[in-house]
């Protein structure tokens, strides 16, 4: 899987990451481990808001290893979740994901590995409950290709800001905002004032969470009572005049 541009890591959960040397980061935290980052950062807190769901259809902001989209095939199905998923994933790497057949995943993926192959070979898979469809695209781009009010969920797992700022921007969150149901909810590692700046401008209520002992922010349509703390980002912008959010 060592290329010019990525390098294998270890994590601390027993599951592998990659080390872009193009972004000159880490596609996981090492010390939360993928899987563990992808569960509790990502799936727990979605699936946890949409308990009664029946179906959803999942944004998976760049794709990468897969760890989102895999992880929640391994939730569901470790949970025997009675669910159909619907998962759309905007990729620019394309040897990235051509070579995921030969990823060393743990041992959780092993029931799922024939899926896996496929979307590295075709990027796509579907069976009765399940839909992923991957495109090799700029997510700029595609995410303007949905519908309005149609996602339940959106995975906000870019690179950070220092090196992906596109896709931090007021501008790019008023597109997620457009395509995402009254109840959706959208989650990310990211919990930089400005960010979530972005975010509120752009009409999210913002919220804050604990996963894996580290702050997370979580975005909403609507106010809502079940998951993390509201954050009051009128006052933070009172207490800091010079705040601002990213724009294009």
């Not at 290329?3 to 880490?26: A, P, R």
């Not at 290709?145 to 149609?150: A, L, R």
């Not at 975005?219 to 079940?226: H, W």
């Amino acid at each position: 899987m060592e290329n010019n541009q990525n390098i294998l890591v270890f994590t601390e959960d027993g599951s592998n990451t990659l080390y872009s040397n193009k972004y000159n980061q880490h596609f996981h935290n090492t010390k939360d481990g993928a899987i563990n980052e992808a569960l509790h950062k990502h799936i727990i807190p979605a699936f946890t808001h949409h308990k009664d769901k029946k179906e959803l259809n999942i944004l998976d902001i760049c794709f990468g290893i897969g760890y989102n989209t895999f992880s929640t095939i391994y939730y569901i199905l470790k949970n025997n979740l009675d669910i159909k998923i619907n998962i759309f994933s905007p990729e620019l790497d394309e040897s990235l994901v051509y070579s995921l057949k030969d990823f060393p995943f743990p041992q959780e993926f092993e029931e799922i590995k024939h899926i896996i192959n496929n979307i590295s070979k075709y990027q796509k898979y579907e069976d009765d409950n399940l839909k992923i469809e991957l495109v090799f695209q700029d997510a700029r781009k595609y995410i303007n290709s949905f519908e309005t009010n149609y996602f339940d969920i959106v995975f906000q797992d870019a690179f950070s800001s220092e090196v992906n700022y596109e896709l931090w921007t007021k501008e790019y969150f008023e597109d997620i905002y457009k395509i995402c149901k009254e109840d959706c909810i959208l989650t990310t590692y990211a919990i930089a004032t400005p960010i979530r700046l972005s975010m509120y401008e752009a009409g999210f209520r913002i919220y804050q969470d604990k996963a894996l002992n580290k702050k997370i922010t979580l975005g909403f349509k609507k106010e809502q009572n079940s998951l993390g703390k509201i954050v009051d980002m009128e006052w933070k912008k009172v207490v800091n005049k010079e705040l601002k959010a990213l724009y294009d």
